[in-house]
């Protein structure tokens, strides 16, 4: 359900915008989109996990929020990441 260690440095040097880069919204958009796409598979199997829906729930939501202040602030990098992680908007 959740994302490996090796994952998830592979999707902080992929989306980072400098050295060090972990708290860019272009990375946190990545990471919980990878969180998101794990959870979803998981909620197929277990249709009745009620636990699980909420926590994806409350990923897709924090996800949004992070879409709408790059949507805000940089226009042209939402619209390639939209497209890079194949996200509906």
Same mark, same amino acid.
């Given at each position: 359900?959740? #994302?490996?260690? !090796? $994952?998830?440095?592979? &999707? ?8 060090? +880069?972990?708290? %860019? ?5 990545? #990471?919980?989109? !990878? $969180?998101?796409?794990? &959870? ?8 009745? +996990?009620?636990? %699980? ?9 924090? $996800?949004?929020?992070? &879409? ?11 619209? %390639? ?9």
């Amino acid at each position: 359900m959740s #994302i490996t260690a !090796e $994952r998830k440095q592979d &999707l902080i040097k992929q989306y980072a915008t400098k050295d060090n +880069d972990t708290g %860019s919204s272009p990375v946190q958009i990545a #990471i919980l989109t !990878e $969180r998101i796409n794990n &959870l979803t598979g998981h909620m197929g199997m277990h249709v009745k +996990d009620v636990h %699980s829906r909420r926590g994806l729930l409350m990923l897709v939501n924090k $996800r949004r929020k992070h &879409l709408d202040y790059l949507k805000k602030t940089q226009l042209e990098k939402y619209q %390639s990441l939209i497209k890079e992680l194949n996200i509906r908007r």
